[in-house]
């Protein structure tokens, strides 16, 4: 799609703006940077999937994002809800998957051994 | 609780960077059309200028007067450069943003090229980061089929296009002539300026050259306005500096401060501290080109000028920490090992004074060296700075000259004392064993590589100096903390 003018744009920019305002879903943000790759972001990503289908979870998403500076936690999870609020996740190993999605997406608690502390706005 | 400021890592962590859905949801591409349909280039140049935006690559030359300079001159064709060519030792700010954040420097670039008349924009970006380029490519492709890339943008007079040069990891090519000669083609070494790039630069065409954090911080300055951007960090350094916070501390991490936070804050309080409780003894800022930050200075406000002041500088945003157990001699070491390695070896205070400012410092660690050697260190560290071409040269004894500013007493006890106090210098370390401790458990003279520790069985052993290498393995080894190292 082509965009050819300034209203083109805000046309696209509105209803993006609105598709992503009606997504109701969960988003686990998982840095996929090559610092989030090399600490096994992979290997995470896939076991959370698996974890998703055992609990039969639909309404949570996997969004693969950049670097979001946790070098010493790597990989990490941010868990974003749709109603607002948001956790940070750090040194997640892959047997942890569904313990993460146990305490995070279906209890949707804000503490756990998993959380980090967030150290900017 | 001090927290960070995220401008240029705003969307890092937070947008999927392959998607330009993701961007535009994140009022991506706003700044853009907001300069393209609504402010004439030199208004664009202005906002810039006038936001006090300052070159994040390390010098700090302002942004807008660059462009401005650019802009100014006549010419059928002009280049923007993005300088992704990131070489500081522990340094990965570029990577970060060019892999979380791939379209807000591509939108930037595009900005840049609308208000100085250029159209054509070159990432010039290390082949060591290949994800980082995989994702330039992506986003280029999917810019274009957008039309926020290619000809005639959103419908407008006005083209630009963006393609991607990489370096080969010489550290060199990061100062802009020596970059601009790389992308020609030639040999990655600087030339003598002026000419400045932004009058006669690539194929002697005006070129800008910005680094990649610099290009991250525009959007949002189009965007939000240049009093917002000026609200945030110092008078004269406005804004925020990303750093890749590196060494012996707890929380490693690329983390993004105001401009005028002050170094306690961002170790005790963003990096959770130095690590196993040990004691804090220094910072190096600016990597191979800047100095160390003291305990003494924990308080100053950073950003361009008091770095400058106290001896380092901000650099492109390498901050490596030490504490008790690095030796500073040593470390001065390491830095001027790794300027020797990248000096493109054109003029010779670089090619030549680096070396034998580097076996003066051997002597120094080796135990060689008398007291009429900081003279000549000094002297020698004058001549390379006054005399090299280019920044590389002019700066690489920075970390020499930082170390003997703060740390002379070090110095002193290596040449007088013939110590080191961190026990890094291993010509200086002497293993011994306590007699009152060992027990003549055979386990040192057994795991020594040279055989040099003799003794009975069940009698105390003596560990021969001469023929001593100070491995270390006996100390390791002894499980009766029988051995000492001085």
């Known amino acids: 799609m082509k965009l050819k003018s300034k209203e083109d744009f805000f046309k696209l920019k509105e209803e993006t703006v609105k598709k992503r305002a009606q997504d109701k879903d969960i988003k686990l943000l998982i840095g996929f940077g090559t610092c989030g790759i090399a600490a096994?972001?992979?290997?995470?990503?896939?076991?959370i999937e698996k974890g998703l289908a055992e609990r039969n979870i639909k309404n949570a998403k996997i969004v693969r994002v950049g670097c979001v500076g946790y070098c010493y936690a790597e990989p990490t999870i941010e868990i974003v809800y749709p109603e607002g609020g948001s956790v940070i996740l750090g040194n997640i190993k892959s047997e942890n998957a569904l313990d993460v999605i146990d305490m995070h997406i279906l209890n949707k608690s804000f503490e756990s051994q998993y959380v980090i502390p967030r150290n900017f706005e | 609780m001090v927290k960070q400021v995220r401008i240029a890592l705003r969307n890092c962590g937070r947008v999927n960077p392959e998607s330009i859905e993701d961007y535009i949801n994140a009022r991506g591409y706003e700044a853009l059309v907001t300069c393209l349909f609504d402010k004439k280039p030199a208004d664009v140049i202005n906002i810039i200028t006038e936001s006090g935006l300052r070159g994040r690559g390390g010098g700090g030359f302002p942004t807008g007067i660059k462009w401005?300079?650019?802009?100014?001159?006549?010419s059928d064709e002009k280049f923007i450069i993005c300088n992704a060519d990131e070489g500081d030792p522990g340094a990965f700010m570029d990577r970060a943003v060019l892999e979380g954040d791939t379209h807000s420097v591509l939108e930037a670039m595009t900005i840049a090229g609308y208000s100085v008349g250029a159209d054509k924009g070159i990432i010039y970006i290390r082949a060591e980061y290949p994800l980082a380029i995989e994702r330039i490519k992506k986003a280029i492709e999917i810019s274009k089929e957008y039309g926020f890339l290619g000809k005639n943008i959103l419908g407008t007079e006005f083209s630009f296009d963006i393609e991607l040069k990489y370096g080969a990891g010489a550290f060199v090519c990061g100062e802009e002539t020596a970059l601009i000669a790389s992308i020609e083609g030639k040999r990655g070494e600087p030339v003598v300026k002026p000419p400045y790039p932004a009058q006669k630069g690539l194929w002697g065409k005006p070129t800008i050259v910005n680094n990649v954090e610099t290009f991250a911080n525009i959007c949002p300055i189009i965007l939000n306005g240049k009093d917002w951007f000026r609200s945030i960090g110092t008078q004269k350094s406005p804004g925020t500096k990303v750093f890749a916070l590196a060494g012996k501390i707890n929380n490693v991490g690329l983390i993004e401060i105001p401009m005028g936070m002050t170094l306690r804050n961002v170790i005790d309080n963003i990096g959770?501290?130095?690590?196993?409780?040990?004691?804090?003894?220094?910072v190096q800022t600016g990597g191979p080109s800047g100095g160390c930050i003291t305990r003494e200075n924990l308080d100053t406000p950073i950003d361009y000028d008091n770095l400058l002041s106290i001896g380092s500088m901000m650099g492109s945003g390498g901050m490596i920490v030490m504490d008790e157990d690095d030796c500073m001699v040593n470390f001065a070491k390491f830095f001027l090992e790794f300027t020797i390695d990248e000096s493109c070896g054109k003029c010779a205070p670089c090619r030549v004074g680096n070396k034998r400012l580097l076996e003066l410092l051997e002597k120094v660690t080796n135990g060689q060296a008398t007291?009429?050697?900081i003279p000549q260190i000094e002297q020698l560290c004058a001549t390379i700075k006054k005399a090299s071409l280019c920044g590389l040269g002019q700066t690489s004894p920075n970390p020499v000259l930082s170390t003997l500013r703060y740390f002379r007493n070090e110095y002193d006890e290596h040449i007088k004392d013939k110590k080191c106090r961190s026990k890094v210098c291993k010509a200086l370390l002497k293993y011994e064993i306590v007699p009152d401790k060992c027990n003549g458990c055979t386990r040192c003279a057994r795991s020594c590589p040279v055989q040099c520790i003799s003794g009975k069985v069940k009698e105390v052993h003596t560990i021969d100096q001469k023929a001593c290498i100070k491995c270390g393995v006996c100390y390791t080894n002894c499980k009766f903390n029988a051995i000492i190292v001085s």
């Open chain 2, 371 to 373: 007291e009429e050697i």
């Open chain 2, 272 to 282: 959770g501290g130095i690590r196993d409780g040990k004691e804090f003894k220094a």
């Open chain 2, 68 to 74: 401005k300079a650019a802009a100014a001159e006549v």
């Open chain 1, 40 to 47: 096994g972001a992979k290997i995470i990503e896939k076991a």
